[in-house]
């Protein structure tokens, strides 16, 4: 528990802070409507529900301007770059970006349900109290502009008895403003469902883009002043405690005239037009980044359907575990496509593997295979993600890597091999083990290369016990299985070629970490995962177990890396 | 963007715009709003829409995450057979379904939403899609020792390696047989030369 907390205190910080922040926003603003003297005659019609709007739409403007914060990623990047000398923390807090845009989406479905519910009884009850003849105070109230000569003193927005709410909705601003942007709203939550995002990643990415549109109808909703309340100076002629009672009598030069009312200004705009500049920003500097030119170096087609691409571009400079979005105008204009980089930051290329996954990755293969036509224009937006520069941090590192989620330790293992031929003074690790899980490695066949030379420079160098590999395979049959049985003198690897031997199945993890712990009785053990969920806690389980209480002794941190 | 299955966003948006229906028929019948008994038809057009669109069809490609406990309504909407699969049906169905709600505002978001989804069935079924029920598929039990088919033909006592013929396709069968089937944690630690 203490463990957990000190990794993430910082996400509870800002969620507790984010959630106080919504629960004062919404109950500051309900108690001025619900008991402010300024509404006292609109809660006649109205009642509570005046309150319940007012306070959800406060809280919508707040959501609305904090959700396009986490999306300005080259401003992340930014703070993330000046935050060098920041704690780690802070700086992996910037890559919950996505979940914490999420979280605030929620929050504003939340708030728009109880917004939209509270404003359909304002309406009910404007309606209701036009038509009624009751002469309650309500529909004195409501019939207010018929009797006034000076303009804008009604209450009502419906001022005829034969209008309709639904017709008052459609025609006022606000109600068609209204409609509209939670239409939207509606259209960009179920197109970015989870398995609608993983499985047809266009339909959300293009239809998430007519946020534009709920952002310019939530600036002009407000306008139209519907919700009012009583002016100023009408509050010292005819104060509510003194004169609602004798609402009868107010025309009769009394102490109390009719109230005069002012419609509330749109106030949306002041919230939300900052952040809109800011992203409108972060756009432009993005197509100003992605029309530089990158260079493609040198296209590599490994086996089982994997692209290589090695590329230069001025002013590119990268860590290791980030990642890039690629574009590619002959595929398609407007797609952008992240790929973690494959390429150590000392090399002087940078690299990325594509594996088809999909309509634009298979378009992309297809068009680096054809020999004869010219090599397609790439656009390089990036490099984006905290650089996982943890793993040097740690004396003892473990980096497990399961399926495709080898990929980004192909960056750190070659970034580890150039600090270690330079001797890096940075490099603080002394022993890696390294864990590759994945069915079959043919899809991986071009980190077999990388794994192969790492293993034969560590030889060279005598250095032996630097690097070790723990390659599982959890596909095998019968075959493989008896082919690695026969060959089990040999000094290599049947199949993959490397001095390690492969094992079959999955990994024992209780037996891994009580090995590693005897063995470094005295180290803190980084352990970095790139892979599925179910063998993160798995994995978290066996650092908690296997972490001494003696703080002296081995103890295990677990990193969860996102890349 | 030509392996986009548009009715499988229909469905979301029709199961949204179910619940939205739902919500506005509740408030509107338990504010008692003027012609509430819309409402009333929102409330039960709104289940009925739910029902139908909580299995989610299976996808042309690749696996499908099922619904949680979706095999009950399966089971129903596979009943109507074509009237299910078809996405035609489904779209003039909730087309229809959302007119009445038009009539009240507290359910007009939902007409809006029901609409937008059955024009998205529409644009589904113009390019041939079809809804196909996710049916479990029955478990195959390994089949323990059926890759022996006779019997070892080296059995021991063997004479000594040098005299042994190198390792051929036969013997790698019965080598494979005796190690078990399937992809397990390895009982059995296989020792590396390295640490």
């Given at each position: 528990m203490a463990n957990w907390l000190l990794n993430h205190w910082l996400s509870v910080l800002v969620l507790v802070m984010w959630l106080g922040l919504n629960v004062f926003l919404f109950v500051n603003a309900f108690l001025l409507y619900e008991k402010g003297d300024k509404y006292y005659y609109t809660r006649e019609i109205l009642g509570s529900a005046l309150a319940w709007a007012r306070a959800s739409a406060r809280c919508l403007n707040f959501n609305s301007m904090l959700i396009l914060f986490p999306m300005c990623r080259n401003l992340l990047s930014f703070l993330r770059g000046t935050c060098s000398f920041c704690r780690r923390t802070l700086r992996k807090q910037l890559d919950h970006n996505l979940t914490f845009h999420k979280l605030v989406a929620y929050m504003i479905c939340l708030h728009t349900a109880i917004h939209i519910v509270a404003h359909l009884f304002n309406f009910e009850r404007y309606d209701r109290s036009r038509q009624s003849t009751d002469g309650s105070l309500a529909s004195v109230l409501s019939s207010l502009s018929h009797q006034e000569k000076e303009g804008d003193s009604w209450l009502n927005p419906m001022q005829t008895t034969n209008m309709t709410v639904i017709y008052m909705t459609l025609t006022s601003i606000p109600g068609f403003t209204g409609v509209i942007i939670t239409i939207v709203l509606v259209l960009m939550v179920t197109s970015s469902m989870e398995f609608i995002r993983r499985s047809y990643f266009e339909v959300f990415w293009y239809t998430h883009h007519i946020f534009i549109i709920y952002f310019i109808g939530l600036g002009i909703h407000g306008i139209g002043g519907i919700v009012r309340g009583q002016t100023e100076e009408s509050i010292k002629e005819n104060h509510p405690y003194r004169c609602a009672e004798f609402f009868e009598k107010w025309d009769d030069d009394f102490h109390c005239k009719s109230p005069q009312f002012e419609g509330n200004s749109a106030e949306s705009w002041k919230w939300i037009l900052a952040p809109g500049v800011l992203y409108f920003f972060e756009r432009i500097l993005r197509l100003y980044r992605s029309q530089q030119q990158v260079m493609i170096t040198k296209v590599v087609m490994h086996p089982s359907k994997v692209l290589e691409l090695q590329m230069i571009k001025r002013g590119f400079s990268m860590e290791v575990g980030q990642y890039i979005f690629v574009n590619c105008p002959s595929i398609s204009y407007l797609e952008w496509h992240p790929f973690t980089l494959?390429?150590?930051?000392?090399?002087?290329f940078f690299s990325i593997h594509v594996r088809a996954a999909g309509d634009w990755t298979e378009n992309l293969i297809k068009a680096f295979e054809q020999q004869h036509s010219p090599i397609p224009k790439i656009e390089v937006d990036g490099p984006f993600g905290t650089a996982s520069e943890d793993v040097f941090q740690y004396e003892v590192a473990m980096l497990i890597g399961a399926g495709i989620g080898v990929t980004p330790f192909a960056s750190i293992l070659k970034s580890i091999w150039y600090k270690f031929r330079h001797a890096d003074h940075n490099l603080k690790t002394q022993t890696i083990y390294f864990y590759w899980i994945c069915r079959e490695t043919g899809a991986f066949a071009w980190f077999n290369d990388l794994l192969a030379s790492l293993e034969q420079e560590m030889e060279e160098s005598g250095k032996v016990g630097f690097l070790n590999f723990r390659l599982f395979l959890t596909g095998w049959d019968n075959n493989i299985a008896g082919h690695a049985a026969l060959n089990f003198d040999k000094a290599t690897d049947i199949l993959t070629g490397l001095k390690h031997k492969t094992f079959f199945g999955r990994p024992m993890w209780d037996k891994e970490f009580s090995t590693i712990a005897t063995i470094h009785p005295k180290s803190v053990v980084g352990v970095f995962l790139c892979g599925p969920q179910a063998l993160e806690k798995c994995l978290r389980k066996c650092c908690h177990q296997y972490s001494s209480l003696d703080p002296r002794k081995t103890q295990f941190y677990f990193n969860k890396e996102n890349f | 963007m030509g392996q986009i299955e548009w009715a499988m966003w229909a469905n979301e948006q029709a199961l949204a715009s179910g619940l939205i229906l739902i919500t506005g028929g509740i408030v509107a019948t338990a504010g008692q709003f003027t012609q509430w008994y819309f409402g009333a038809y929102s409330i039960v057009a709104g289940v009925f829409v739910c029902l139908l669109e909580y299995p989610r069809g299976k996808r042309r490609k690749g696996s499908t995450m099922e619904r949680c406990g979706q095999k009950y309504m399966t089971k129903v909407v596979k009943l109507f057979g074509p009237l299910s699969r078809n996405y035609y049906v489904r779209a003039f169905l909730h087309l229809g379904l959302s007119v009445p709600a038009g009539f009240l505002l507290a359910t007009i978001l939902g007409t809006a939403c029901l609409a937008i989804a059955s024009g998205i069935y529409l644009l589904a079924a113009t390019r041939g899609e079809q809804w196909t029920p996710i049916e479990s598929k029955p478990k195959e039990r390994?089949?323990?020792?059926?890759?022996?088919?006779?019997?070892?033909?080296n059995p021991p006592p063997r004479p000594p390696a040098e005299a042994r013929k190198k390792p051929s396709e036969e013997e790698d069968e019965t080598v494979g047989a005796g190690v078990s089937s399937g992809p397990q944690e390895n009982p059995i630690p296989v020792t590396d030369e390295v640490v």
């Open positions: 494959t390429s150590a930051p000392e090399e002087d | 390994p089949q323990v020792g059926g890759t022996i088919k006779q019997p070892p033909s």
